[in-house]
């Protein structure tokens, strides 16, 4: 009898799954890509060929009258999840999500310089992160809150916590919470074609280092401005540290990019990072990089050449890197 129960319990959650799924829509989308990498002289590369394959599963449909969606990436033959996301679209009440990965509030404008590709830091070195980058809540573990009023867009994120994210008790309790928010607009509002601006402000709550508490607060500001097939770009962002010992850092971004038809484009840029050291010199990292990118329907091959001195605020021959990436994508 006890056996009977099991296998009727079963049936029923299978038809209730099937009934689920009937009520969504799904879709699938990934792509393969070929990449050659060259490291400075200083690095052992190793093997310069790669692959990768990204798989890309979606899903939404009508929850009393909401639209809920699901989105999650994966990547390497599903060696893990890159990123997730769980949304709520509540229409002009705009929409909520929590966020594992997938990018929310300020770190969607990080860095907003135009390019072909990759950006000029991509695939340098850097101990933990980017140096510059701005994003006090991060990516992971945060709940998102989007809506679009009168052309100008917010985007906000809340993070309570480490951002390591707790998943039936894996959640780490290094770091506190955070929250930052981006506005973004384009100037046909202000009628001003072919602009594009931002702003956006965070705070993090970095606990208690030593005899250090406080927030570390992060900001950030950009304009894009397109005229014909051209594309130029600025933006300057902050990073206040809190402490005598913190070290804030200062960044100054352009970027230009051509689009010389519409399958081929091409972009330089730089970027300055000035590291205020507080009990020593200051060091400035500067980069630079250049991308072209050319397009075939479903196919698209890609390079980069960046490079950067003074990395990471380190000086001398040690703190220089450079990088070269030539890829080749194919979208399915």
Excluded at 58 to 68: I, K, L, M, P
Excluded at 181 to 201: Q, R
Excluded at 230 to 250: M, W
Aim: glycine share 14%; no cysteine; charged share 15%.
């Amino acid at each position: 009898m006890n056996n009977f129960k099991k296998v009727g319990l079963t049936a029923l959650a299978g038809s209730l799954a099937a009934v689920s799924a009937h009520a969504a829509e799904m879709g699938v989308s990934g792509a393969s890509v070929l990449t050659y990498t060259s490291e400075d002289s200083t690095e052992v590369t190793g093997n310069p060929m790669g692959m990768k394959t990204n798989l890309s599963f979606t899903a939404s449909g009508d929850v009393n009258g909401y639209t809920v969606s699901y989105m999650q990436t994966s990547a390497d033959q599903f060696a893990g999840m890159s990123s997730a996301r769980l949304s709520l679209d509540m229409g002009d009440m705009g929409t909520v999500a929590f966020d594992q990965g997938s990018g929310s509030g300020l770190a969607t404008i990080d860095d907003k310089t135009p390019t072909a590709a990759e950006e000029i830091w991509d695939g340098l070195d850097a101990v933990t992160a980017v140096g510059g980058l701005v994003g006090a809540a991060g990516n992971s573990g945060v709940f998102n809150y989007v809506n679009t009023m009168s052309d100008v867009t917010l985007n906000a994120a809340f993070r309570n916590g480490s951002a390591t994210s707790n998943a039936d008790g894996a959640s780490s309790n290094a770091g506190e919470g955070g929250w930052d928010f981006a506005l973004t607009t384009n100037g046909s509002s202000m009628g001003v074609d072919g602009l594009a601006i931002g702003a956006g402000y965070g705070k993090k709550s970095i606990g208690t280092t030593g005899t250090t508490s406080g927030d570390e607060k992060h900001s950030t500001v950009f304009a894009n401005y397109s005229v014909g097939m051209v594309t130029f770009g600025y933006q300057v962002s902050d990073i206040n540290k809190p402490g005598d010992a913190g070290i804030n850092e200062s960044t100054d971004a352009w970027g230009i990019a051509l689009n010389i038809n519409e399958s081929l484009s091409v972009s330089y840029g730089e970027r300055e990072v000035e590291y205020n050291n507080p009990t020593a010199t200051n060091v400035t990292e500067s980069g630079e990089g250049i991308a072209i990118a050319y397009t075939m329907g479903s196919m698209k091959i890609a390079g980069n050449m960046n490079d950067v001195s003074n990395n990471d605020n380190a000086t001398g021959a040690a703190a220089k890197d450079e990088m070269t990436e030539v890829a080749i994508s194919f979208a399915f």
